[in-house]
């Protein structure tokens, strides 16, 4: 039988596991706007955006990554991370692109995350009385 203090840890370390997965897919994103190559511009394009905001939508996907990466600053950067993907599904759904299914689910895996990694957001949305 598992002590409390075990279960929290296993518990924590599959929030940082599951947190892991929108960190790592929208810093990369983020990444590879600044780089601007020729397929990421063109495909920002696509999306009815033009190439001259590419470093203003990467400073925002890198800046609210890295807000949610710190723990005293995680919920903050949830709500971030969610505007970003939000408006990232809210495109993929207007064009047609069916990548939408992949910003939902990194909306879902990033309060996920925090979900399992901060006991106060499980303490104020218990999952069972």
């Not at 370390?13 to 960190?23: D, E, F, K, M």
């Not at 990467?58 to 990466?69: D, K, N, P």
């Not at 207007?94 to 957001?121: C, H, K, N, Q, S």
Request: hydrophobic fraction near 50%; aromatic fraction near 8%.
């Amino acid at each position: 039988m598992q002590t409390a203090s075990q279960t929290s840890t296993s518990v924590i370390w599959a929030g940082r596991v599951v947190s892991a997965l929108p960190i790592l897919a929208l810093l990369f994103s983020g990444v590879m706007k600044l780089m601007r190559p020729p397929a990421v511009v063109e495909g920002f394009v696509r999306c009815g955006y033009p190439a001259s905001l590419l470093l203003l939508i990467a400073g925002l996907e890198i800046g609210s990554t890295l807000v949610y990466l710190i723990p005293r600053t995680a919920f903050l950067g949830a709500i971030l991370m969610t505007g970003y993907l939000g408006g990232a599904t809210a495109t993929n759904i207007r064009i047609g692109d069916p990548a939408f299914l992949v910003t939902l689910t990194l909306g879902v895996l990033v309060w996920l995350g925090l979900y399992l990694r901060d006991e106060r957001l499980r303490k104020l949305l218990p999952l069972r009385s």
